[in-house]
Structure formats: C-alpha cells, structure tokens
C-alpha cells in the first residue's frame, strides 16, 4: 500500500526525531539546549510546501491566531515555546545538534561539519564519531522527493510567516 505524502512526510519527521534523540542521549550533558532555548528560532525561515501542509493540517487553529512578532519565529509563543511542536519543519527539528554533511568538491567528497554555540564543546564536534552526528544528506534527499511528488517536480518554498495569511 503508498502512504500518501502526508503520511510520508509524518514518517520521515519521526525517522529524524528518532535519530536526533539518539544522538541527545548519547551526548548527554553536552547537550546544553533545550525546552526555553530559542537562539535556533529564526524568522523569515522558508520550508518545502509537504510540510507547510502539514502545519496547515495539524495546527488550523494556531494560523488563526497572530503570529509573534517580527524578528522571532512565527510560531513561538509568548513564552517562548513553539505553538507547532509536533509538525515543526525538519530543520527545527535538527537544530542544536552536531550536523555533519557531504559536499564535492575539485579534490572529491569534502566531509563539514557544525553545531550550535551552545552546545560546542569537549571533545569539539571535528572529533565526534560520526555516529554522535545528524548527517543531513539523506533526510535532506527525502524531503525533496517527497515536495516533488506533491508539485510535479518543483521545489516550492514557503516562508513560515506567510503561513498566517
């Protein structure tokens, strides 16, 4: 049986939040940021339309409320916390941790990395095993697949903000 996008989309954010929480675990007390932490939450951020739909799904009742104020993100509340926490975009969702990615280059595959200010630390994130980092490659790829299946192959951007109109 196709799971519909909708339900693909749920599944990967699930496959991520999964994988994230591992690598919390196992970084333990490194892990500085958490539940008040919004030095992550931009405004003007712009997300795949497979999960703007999501939000439109799950949250009607938030986007017809105001969105805060301009220079935070749409979507944190007064008391700083997000108002969409289930169905927050993939990038929210990575946010803090060790990222690692691949990148070509003239000489072959380029490995970076980065990580939160708050959470850089001993050993510094250059060292990690790469299993203690979120590699954004492959989830990457499948969120792309997943809005080209919904708009025959376009790579529609929607701004979290705009949301609200």
């Not at 999964?18 to 970084?27: F, G, M, V």
């Not at 105001?66 to 108002?83: E, H, M, N, Q, Y």
């Not at 803090?96 to 980065?114: C, F, H, K």
Request: charged fraction near 35%.
């Amino acid at each position: 049986m196709r799971l519909p996008p909708e339900d693909k989309i749920r599944l990967l954010h699930a496959q991520v939040d999964e994988r994230a929480r591992r690598i919390s675990k196992a970084l333990g007390r490194d892990m500085r940021c958490g539940p008040g932490c919004i030095n992550c939450c931009q405004d003007d951020l712009t997300v795949f339309e497979i999960e703007a739909l999501r939000i439109r799904q799950d949250y009607p009742h938030v986007l017809q409320q105001s969105p805060a104020p301009k220079g935070r993100c749409a979507f944190l509340s007064t008391d700083d916390c997000c108002r969409i926490y289930d169905a927050r975009p993939y990038v929210c969702r990575t946010q803090g941790l060790p990222l690692r990615w691949l990148d070509e280059s003239d000489e072959g595959w380029v490995e970076y990395r980065d990580i939160c200010p708050e959470n850089e630390g001993d050993p510094p994130v250059e060292t990690l095993h790469e299993d203690r980092c979120f590699e954004i490659g492959p989830a990457e790829e499948t969120l792309r697949e997943l809005q080209m299946e919904i708009s025959d192959g376009e790579l529609t951007r929607v701004e979290l903000r705009k949301l609200f109109e």
